[in-house]
């Protein structure tokens, strides 16, 4: 009689053939399962040393403002300090810069506005960094509208003034620019006004507002957080908001549309990260970042300065990034917009 051996037996359960079988099948589930495995411990551990906010504009400004106070509640969810640091110059392009070539791991981020995000990239051909592929979005945080202080120097005291002013006497006044933003904000109204007059550069609205209050420029375009501790000063007045309808905090403060019914302009700003960047942690500071901007303490400070709450997802930011390079671009064009 033939026998057979222990592996040629089919039946013969835990064979040599079954072994291997279930061997490259487990050895094949964890290789799957190793890049969930390595998010999720990614996701768990961060953040496991302090983090870095970099913002590219002067302290002072809202975006310096607006950084300091998410900054200081991340801290407090992550148990880990959560460092501002400021990088100021070239309309921005020096802090986003540092922070599109910083390693992708989470612990540097930027907060800037669309000014840094969607106009840079349009008025700078030679930019230092590219916002739709060194960068990636990881949430809004706040609209910042904008409006329009003059020194209390000036002759000009309603928006109605400013307006007959600036078209009476062309090159006559000058804007200090806060950087991208406000800089686009003041050209688009130029554009549709049909006026003209000087802009001078400042590291950021802070210094531009400062500026304005000092009597070295005439007025300029900042948001409320921007301009809230000299207001209180009477050495700059508001004479309109560029926002499409008046502000819930400024009820009284005319828009430009009232005078100028084509013109409007507003700012957003929000957290980006390097490219590359885990989505694991892009998503975990995103949804810390909706848990801090929640906080009642938190609204009733934003509030304070001016600014408005609009939290979005990162998916939602980076839509809207491509969406603002197109409108701004397209503006740029047909209103032949230049950098001076």
């Known amino acids: 009689m033939k026998t057979q051996t222990p592996h040629s037996d089919p039946h013969r359960p835990f064979s040599l053939r079954r072994r291997v079988a279930v061997t490259a099948i487990t050895a094949a589930c964890a290789l799957l399962l190793a890049p969930v495995t390595s998010a999720l411990a990614q996701t768990q551990a961060y953040p496991s040393k302090p983090v870095r906010i970099i913002v590219p504009s002067s302290p002072g400004g809202s975006l310096d403002v607006v950084a300091r106070i998410i900054a200081l509640?991340?801290?407090?969810v992550w148990k880990q300090s959560v460092?501002?640091?400021n990088k100021p110059g070239a309309n921005f392009a020096i802090g986003a810069s540092y922070v599109a070539k910083s390693p992708p791991d989470g612990y540097t981020l930027l907060y800037a506005h669309d000014g840094?995000?969607?106009?840079?990239?349009?008025?700078?051909?030679?930019?230092?960094y590219d916002p739709v592929t060194e960068l990636t979005a990881v949430g809004r945080v706040v609209d910042l509208p904008l409006v329009l202080y003059a020194g209390k120097s000036v002759p000009f005291k309603t928006i109605g003034e400013f307006v007959q002013a600036v078209r009476a006497n062309p090159g006559k006044y000058n804007h200090a620019s806060g950087g991208t933003a406000t800089m686009m904000s003041s050209e688009l109204f130029k554009a549709i006004a049909n006026v003209e007059y000087a802009d001078v550069p400042?590291?950021?609205?802070?210094?531009?507002?400062?500026?304005?209050?000092?009597?070295?420029?005439?007025?300029?375009?900042?948001?409320?957080?921007?301009?809230?501790?000299?207001?209180?000063?009477?050495?700059?007045?508001?004479?309109?908001?560029?926002?499409?309808?008046?502000?819930?905090?400024?009820?009284?403060?005319?828009?430009?549309?009232?005078?100028?019914?084509?013109?409007?302009?507003?700012?957003?700003?929000?957290?980006?990260?390097?490219?590359?960047?885990?989505?694991a942690i892009v998503h975990k500071i995103n949804a810390d970042l909706k848990t801090v901007l929640a906080m009642p303490d938190v609204r009733t400070r934003l509030d304070e300065l001016g600014v408005e709450v609009n939290y979005s997802t990162a998916e939602e930011l980076n839509l809207q990034i491509r969406a603002d390079i197109q409108k701004w671009a397209k503006l740029v064009k047909e209103k032949n917009i230049a950098v001076p």
Do not use: C
């Not at 509640?73 to 407090?76: D, P």
């Not at 840094?116 to 230092?128: D, E, I, R, T």
């Open 116 to 128: 840094a995000m969607a106009m840079n990239p349009v008025l700078y051909p030679k930019l230092s």
């Open 83 to 85: 460092i501002v640091e």
């Open 73 to 76: 509640k991340l801290g407090e």
């Open 202 to 279: 400042y590291k950021g609205g802070g210094p531009a507002v400062l500026a304005v209050a000092a009597g070295e420029a005439d007025f300029t375009f900042a948001d409320p957080g921007s301009a809230a501790a000299l207001l209180q000063t009477e050495r700059i007045r508001p004479l309109a908001t560029a926002s499409a309808k008046r502000l819930r905090t400024h009820p009284n403060l005319p828009t430009f549309a009232e005078v100028v019914p084509a013109y409007n302009s507003a700012s957003w700003s929000g957290l980006h990260a390097p490219a590359g960047t885990p989505p």
